[in-house]
């Protein structure tokens, strides 16, 4: 499954689904890249104020990856966000 993610929301709800679809609990993933079990809650319902270390760690427990790319030209939003 591939998600177009926009927002810190975005990553969250991705996040929630594929640990979900892997039927993985939250303790789980989080004994397993030793993360306190809140911060897998913050970064699941996309806290701004989680770390990059963090979000990698749990992507890696998740088997997935980041991948960018350049966005189509999208005359709506002009400043990137």
């Known amino acids: 499954m591939k998600y177009n993610i926009k927002t ?3 990553i969250g709800l991705a996040l929630r689904a594929i640990r979900k679809e892997k039927g ?3 303790k789980v993933v989080s004994s ?3 993360l ?3 911060t897998i809650s913050a970064l ?3 806290s701004p ?3 990059i270390e963090s979000l990698m760690k749990y992507i890696a427990a998740l088997d997935c990856d980041i ?3 350049p966005r189509r030209n ?3 939003n002009k400043s990137g966000w």
């Open 8 to 10: 810190m929301k975005q």
């Open 24 to 26: 993985i609990t939250q």
């Open 32 to 34: 397993k890249v030793k």
């Open 36 to 38: 306190l079990p809140k």
């Open 44 to 46: 699941e319902s996309g």
């Open 49 to 51: 104020g989680s770390t």
């Open 67 to 69: 991948i960018i790319k």
């Open 74 to 76: 999208d005359s709506k």
